[in-house]
Nanobody
């Protein structure tokens, strides 16, 4: 069982930066693939980024490549999403999620944190 709690969202001007954090409970956190997703008003939830259990492999949506960086600290049971050069179209609720392995669906989700980018 994994419980996820996001933080770090807020209001920022276009071109600015934010760092989201996702704190996880559960002693098996270090074995999980972790991902970030987002959902804008009126749109479906979309994949943003993912990171392997070791942190050695990452994957990004094309829309955020070169601007966002996902990382994790297994000693702190935390995964991060550093977001730079933010655009108004990045406005969404951002969710942290956990999957048991690369072949599993994301079975654990946080409650989400709002990111609003003003133009």
């Amino acid at each position: 069982q994994v419980r996820l709690v996001e933080s770090g969202g807020g209001l920022v001007q276009a071109g600015g930066s934010l760092r989201l954090s996702c704190a996880a409970s559960g002693r098996t956190f270090s074995s999980y693939v972790m991902g970030w997703f987002r959902q804008a008003p009126g749109k479906e939830r979309e994949f943003v980024a993912a990171i392997s259990w070791s942190g050695g492999n990452t994957n990004y949506a094309d829309s955020v490549k070169g601007r966002f960086t996902i990382s994790r600290d297994n000693a702190k049971n935390t995964v991060y999403l550093q977001m730079n050069s933010l655009k108004p179209e990045d406005t969404a609720v951002y969710y942290c999620a956990a999957a048991a392995n690369v072949y599993s669906a994301y079975g654990y989700w946080g409650q989400g944190t709002q990111v609003t980018v003003s133009s």
